[in-house]
């Protein structure tokens, strides 16, 4: 696993090549907070809506719906579930314009965020509470005050067992001939998490990876929800960067199965309150809840939690990790230009 950087690297991208323009939408749209805790707690009563946008598995989103509104039932949560590539384009737009739907938005893009950083209205900073709770490791899991860790992803190696009842040990098991045509990938297109996810395996695995995974003429789909789902159905029977969320459609009786190789690919969630935020008191309190231990084991289902001991959480192979231990990606080679730069190269390999 990757070690957890330090949480000042992400002040140094100011040198990255595109720059989030535009004005912030705090001029003449950002709403002051109540006072107190419980002063803000009532005013997001009296919102009565906040509005959520996420990469996050959409089961663990509408867990989080259902938690949250037992918790607030006078706060109704909306969530758009989407990949990085569809989402960050409405945040930036949304706060260029001043005209705020999402008032909370996870990702885990570490380029971006060092990106939305250099703005300095572009993110409310987070008075939550449970940011001081020993446990969540505030040092290093809050950065500029603004952006906290939520949980974490890892990805391994999906099988489904009616096909590969023997199932999958390591990476090269997945590219064996056998298994020509029913191997599913991910598309990277505009999603720097998975760009970084292909160089590090490709680093890790050895032996020229990928090149030798394009081989294998696998099928591509947009996201590891997808994935998961062409698994379950049979449409494909090996996946060498599945996610955990295979293991909850095991739990539901799907015939598949993960395990995760010796090097695993992690990257963590990070969640922040949008500067052009509709009710930002609601945002707060949702972030919150969301490092709360109710929050956490909605959120953190099948995945990594930002908390230790939660219920349901960290179930891989029986670790006990927490978020924190996972890293963001190094901004090297992660700009808008890398991305589609490599984004170029991969299509040649594997769509060629």
């Avoid at 579930?81 to 569809?86: C, L, P, V």
């Avoid at 940011?131 to 860790?149: A, E, H, M, R, T």
Wanted: net charge negative; proline share 6%; with cysteine.
């Amino acid at each position: 696993m990757r070690a957890m950087r330090a949480r000042t690297a992400l002040a140094g991208g100011a040198a990255l090549a595109l720059i989030l323009a535009g004005c912030s939408g705090s001029e003449g749209t950002q709403t002051e907070l109540a006072g107190s805790w419980d002063e803000i707690v009532a005013a997001a009563n009296d919102e009565g809506t906040v509005t959520l946008y996420s990469t996050h598995s959409p089961t663990n989103l509408e867990a989080l719906k259902t938690a949250f509104e037992a918790e607030y039932p006078d706060i109704t949560l909306e969530y758009v579930r989407g990949t990085d590539a569809d989402i960050l384009p409405k945040i930036e737009v949304e706060n260029q314009t001043g005209t705020g739907v999402a008032d909370v938005h996870m990702t885990t893009d570490a380029g971006w965020i060092s990106r939305s950083l250099d703005n300095p209205d572009f993110s409310m900073e987070v008075v939550a509470p449970n940011l001081d709770n020993p446990d969540f490791q505030s040092d290093n899991s809050v950065i500029d005050d603004k952006f906290f860790v939520t949980s974490a992803t890892v990805f391994g190696l999906g099988w489904n067992t009616d096909s590969v009842p023997d199932g999958l040990s390591t990476p090269d098991d997945v590219i064996d001939p056998k298994f020509a045509g029913k191997v599913g990938v991910q598309n990277p297109n505009g999603i720097a998490t998975y760009v970084d996810m292909y160089q590090t395996i490709d680093a890790d695995y050895g032996d020229g990876f990928v090149e030798r995974l394009a081989e294998a003429s696998p099928r591509i789909y947009a996201s590891n929800v997808a994935v998961t789902q062409a698994l379950a159905s049979g449409e494909i029977w090996a996946a060498p960067m599945a996610g955990s969320t295979v293991l909850t459609e095991k739990a539901k009786g799907a015939p598949v199965d993960f395990t995760l190789p010796d090097k695993p690919f992690g990257v963590p969630w990070y969640t922040h309150i949008l500067g052009s935020a509709p009710s930002p008191n609601a945002a707060q309190v949702l972030s919150n809840f969301l490092i709360s231990q109710a929050g956490q084991e909605a959120i953190s289902a099948d995945f990594v939690a930002a908390l230790p001991d939660i219920p349901g959480a960290s179930a891989v192979d029986g670790t006990t990790v927490t978020a924190q231990e996972f890293g963001l990606a190094d901004q090297e080679g992660l700009d808008p230009e890398s991305v589609a730069a490599y984004q170029a190269e991969w299509e040649a390999q594997f769509m060629g």
